[in-house]
């Protein structure tokens, strides 16, 4: 029996007993996605997707670093990729044509492969996936984050007073750490008030030292012109003014024109009937 076939039966024991009928051949449903064929076949890991391939570009810095790399013994990595953009940039139109030809095939070649790659999956399956592709970036994300603060001198937050005394506790302990940690927190519970006030100053002393090394270092950023490490930094906000809409100038004039020609008419009528009134009043004189 293969190994892979084994650790299935491996893992179908565990899931759902000796007596599992449960099939080699069937896809694993959604609530036993960690136990799937990706779990037995890479640890855990989901296979990896087909490459990317590089724009044509990269594909010409790709070719020409050795050669590069051969003219410029003393350059670095970053140093070499600027000289091959520079000679990148001097290339016509048509000495670029074979490199974004052969970047194309490539692509259309990727799209392809990575569809093929995608159907091998369920729907619960893909979702996972994704899920932690996700997971992945937010990691390194993270990772990338903490080593910059470090590289910028960030102080560390400071133990409160149970790591104080977990630390102490377990200084020169030996044996099963699991079990020197469960007994722990009752330990801790049972201390004596003396013995953890002890521990609470320790902790105390610690958060203010922090505070003032933290003032220290949020100043310096500030000068460095990096207030968004800075605690309670918040963005300002942009805001864009409204344009007011348009108004219609041929209707507006139009209507003034109207109104114009409206109270012409009203005066002429006016003055039409003051000289009937007179006319009538010399009649009867």
């Given amino acids: 029996m293969a190994a892979s076939t084994k650790l299935l039966f491996g893992v179908h024991h565990l899931i759902l007993g000796a007596k599992s009928s449960l099939s080699l051949n069937a896809r694993p449903t959604a609530p036993l996605l960690q136990f799937s064929r990706w779990f037995v076949q890479s640890s855990g890991k989901f296979p990896s997707p087909p490459k990317k391939p590089g724009n044509a570009y990269i594909r010409y810095v790709t070719q020409k670093r050795s050669s590069v790399k051969l003219q410029n013994p003393g350059a670095d990595a970053r140093q070499i990729v600027r000289i091959c953009a520079s000679m990148w940039k001097q290339l016509s139109d048509t000495e670029r044509q074979p490199y974004f030809k052969d970047a194309a095939v490539e692509r ?45 001198g960030k102080p560390k937050l400071p133990a409160n007073a149970y790591s104080l005394f ?21 330990q801790w519970a049972s201390l004596p008030e003396a013995e953890r006030q002890r521990y609470m100053s320790e902790a105390s002393r610690g958060k203010e030292k922090y505070e003032k090394q ?57 003055a039409t009937k003051k000289a009937a009134k007179v006319t009538r009043g010399k009649i009867a004189a």
């Fill in 108 to 152: 259309e070649k990727y799209k392809s492969e990575f569809e093929d790659f995608k159907s091998d999956f369920t729907i619960e399956e893909w979702q996972e996936y994704q899920d932690s592709i996700r997971l992945r970036k937010l990691k390194l994300k993270r990772r990338r984050k903490r080593g910059e603060l470090h590289q910028l």
């Fill in 166 to 186: 977990v630390k102490d506790m377990l200084s020169g302990a030996t044996g099963n750490m699991q079990e020197h940690f469960r007994d722990m927190t009752g």
């Fill in 214 to 270: 933290m003032q220290a270092w949020e100043k310096r950023m500030m000068e460095l012109g990096r207030p968004e490490l800075v605690r309670g930094y918040k963005a300002k906000k942009t805001t864009t003014k409204k344009k007011k809409p348009k108004r219609k100038v041929a209707a507006t004039k139009a209507t003034k024109k109207a109104a114009k020609v409206t109270r012409g008419k009203i005066a002429a009528t006016k």
